[in-house]
């Protein structure tokens, strides 16, 4: 039941501010998982959250599907390598890395958001050379990654930030597909806890879809950065 609120929580959080894998993953770990199995686990909640999402936007005829599978197509094999790269890394390794994405994700709350475009030039190799490190980074850690992918598109493809939420539900689930495939192979993923997961991620998901929080939002982000750093103590040890 509490993996099912907590993933209540990050999905209605990603739809909010983003960031949601930063709450469900060091929550996996601290209910008795290692690290690479809260990974696995993890994907299948972002899979689900993403044809949701995808589904969403077809029905409000926002279709990127195209050129999003273009994109996705330059993240592929840096998720598959990252994806490896996270099911043979030590277990304490993965929850200090963890633990230091964590504190990044916090910090990026607190930046500015994009809010217009001053050049229009689109440098397409340096787009698709920042994709494959995309790529990378999610399929190693997937925290986060959102807050990459979406000022990738917004600073290096020139997109408005309504396509940038479109691409990027696109992008996320396609490369994750064949991460969560590795993670399979290695046994590195816990269906039952990962289907709980992503029941309340859906849930949380659409409720965020369709309930407008402005005034609420700041106090949200204030509990949130509390859980994580508690979170982050925990998995490090140090209490």
Do not use: C
């Not at 999905?11 to 008795?32: C, D």
């Not at 440098?123 to 698709?128: A, D, N, V």
């Not at 806890?193 to 029941?199: H, S």
């Not at 369709?210 to 040890?237: C, F, P, S, Y």
């Amino acid at each position: 039941m509490s993996l099912f609120f907590v993933g209540l929580i990050a999905g209605f959080m990603n739809v909010l501010a983003g960031g949601g894998s930063s709450l469900t993953l060091p929550a996996l770990i601290l209910l008795g998982l290692d690290g690479a199995t809260a990974n696995g686990t993890n994907r299948i909640a972002i899979i689900i959250q993403n044809i949701f999402a995808v589904s969403g936007f077809q029905q409000n005829k926002k279709n990127e599907f195209g050129n999003s599978l273009k994109f996705a197509f330059f993240t592929l094999p840096g998720a598959i390598v990252g994806a490896i790269f996270a099911v043979n890394i030590q277990d304490i390794w993965f929850k200090r890395i963890l633990s230091l994405v964590i504190v990044f994700v916090i910090i990026s709350m607190f930046l500015p958001r994009p809010t217009e475009q001053k050049n229009k030039k689109v440098k397409k190799s340096l787009l698709y050379l920042v994709l494959f490190g995309v790529g990378l980074y999610g399929g190693f850690i997937q925290v986060g990654v959102g807050f990459i992918l979406m000022a990738t598109l917004f600073h290096l493809a020139k997109f408005d930030l309504v396509r940038v939420n479109v691409y990027k539900v696109f992008i996320v689930l396609i490369y994750t597909l064949p991460a969560l495939f590795i993670f399979i192979l290695s046994g590195k993923v816990n269906w039952l806890w990962g289907l709980i997961l992503a029941a309340g991620n859906g849930l949380g998901g659409w409720l965020g879809a369709h309930v407008t929080v402005r005034k609420g939002e700041k106090v949200i982000r204030l509990v949130l950065i509390i859980a994580l750093l508690i979170m982050t103590v925990k998995m490090l040890n140090l209490f």
